[in-house]
């Protein structure tokens, strides 16, 4: 049994039938569930996670006027509730993890992590949310809520980003997953310096990660919990799996050349969806499989997104980003970049709001 499971078993057993019983008036008014902090909340806790902070649990969520008026007595039936269930003991919490269970306030608890009593409204307000808070205050599960309060907060922020918010963090991914990957890992990797190559690596990986949820409107938890919660996207799960392998791969030796081409073919998985969702207008060469792979049937560099055509072992155009990786056609016009960073511009176009529209494309 797992910890969300475990928490909704001890709410219905022992915490709905004491608290309906000594707060007959007020428990319709409830919330009751387990979100917030921990990776029970996530559904991500194993046998490893019960060494601290893991136990029975659930949350209570009051209005602020029914918080102030009988927080403290709902909070004092909570502490009476069993010890254990079903041999499993209740949780008790260290210093650094008080607050995550009992009674809390509505309007406190969002505004802890969104910064806002009700979430974010403006565009401004939904800018300065970190990911990871918005995943957190949007995770776990609700048990009772007749009221609908809690849950109403709850729905707006699952709805996810402004769709002008969500492609101006794509736009800053693709422009870290270029930077990082596609042009610096390189460069550390032929300069053997394999302390820098692996730091932009891991810069690679955090923003290709993050990609992979922005593209399944989904937001990232906490970094700990980022390749996990990206392996049960419904988008791009090969992409998942080749950002676990890449971070196995050594920056030396043939390693160093492996994770150069591994890099390519996850940032053209990456423009094959962005290409899908409509967040690209690239011209009809540039195809989308029915694997997810973007692939170029036309052009004359010999650069297909995963390939070596240099000679060097390097991906095509590697050498000469970021001024150089634009595919042609036999003409000579330009016609697909498979550089990301090229792509930030395309990305941007299609924001409605001008001051985000024309605002700089490596920042949120």
């Not at 007959?24 to 991500?44: H, K, Q, Y």
């Not at 409204?121 to 995943?135: C, G, I, K, S, Y």
């Not at 891991?202 to 399944?216: G, I, Q, R, T, W």
Request: net charge negative.
């Amino acid at each position: 049994m797992n910890g969300l499971e475990l928490a909704k078993k001890y709410f219905e057993e022992a915490g709905a039938p004491a608290l309906q019983e000594a707060f007959p008036d007020l428990f319709p008014r409830m919330a009751v569930g387990l979100a917030g902090e921990g990776s029970e909340c996530f559904g991500f806790d194993d046998e490893i996670s019960r060494d601290h902070d893991w136990g029975a649990a659930f949350c209570i969520w009051l209005d602020q006027e029914d918080y102030e008026k009988y927080g403290a007595a709902v909070q004092k039936v909570y502490n009476s509730l069993p010890a254990e269930i079903e041999g499993y003991p209740r949780r008790v919490s260290s210093s650094t993890a008080q607050g995550r269970d009992g009674v809390l306030c509505i309007q406190d608890w969002y505004r802890k992590y969104t910064g806002c009593p009700a979430g974010p409204q403006t565009l401004a307000e939904w800018r300065r949310v970190p990911e990871a808070f918005l995943a957190t205050a949007t995770n776990g599960e609700v048990f009772h809520d007749p009221s609908g309060r809690f849950s109403a907060i709850r729905e707006h922020l699952l709805s996810y980003y402004p769709e002008d918010i969500r492609i101006k963090k794509i736009a800053a991914r693709a422009a870290a997953m270029a930077q990082a990957g596609q042009y610096n890992f390189g460069r550390c990797v032929q300069r053997r310096e394999y302390l820098a190559a692996e730091l932009a690596k891991v810069e690679f990986l955090k923003a290709a990660l993050s990609m992979v949820h922005l593209l399944n409107k989904k937001y990232a938890p906490f970094y700990k919990w980022m390749a996990r919660s990206a392996k049960q996207m419904e988008k791009l799960p090969r992409a998942a799996s080749m950002l676990e392998q890449l971070s196995l791969l050594q920056p030396a030796g043939d390693d160093g050349i492996a994770a150069v081409n591994l890099i390519e073919r996850i940032c053209a998985l990456v423009t094959g969806e962005l290409k899908r969702q409509g967040l690209l207008e690239l011209q009809d060469h540039a195809q989308v499989t029915p694997e997810g792979d973007l692939q170029l049937t036309s052009g004359t560099s010999g650069q297909n997104g995963t390939g070596d055509a240099s000679g060097t072992g390097m991906p095509a155009g590697s050498e000469a980003r970021p001024g150089n990786a634009t595919e042609t056609s036999g003409t000579g016009e330009p016609e697909y970049s498979s550089f990301l960073l090229d792509l930030c511009p395309l990305i941007m176009q299609q924001i409605e709001d001008p001051y985000l529209r024309n605002s700089n494309f490596m920042q949120e």
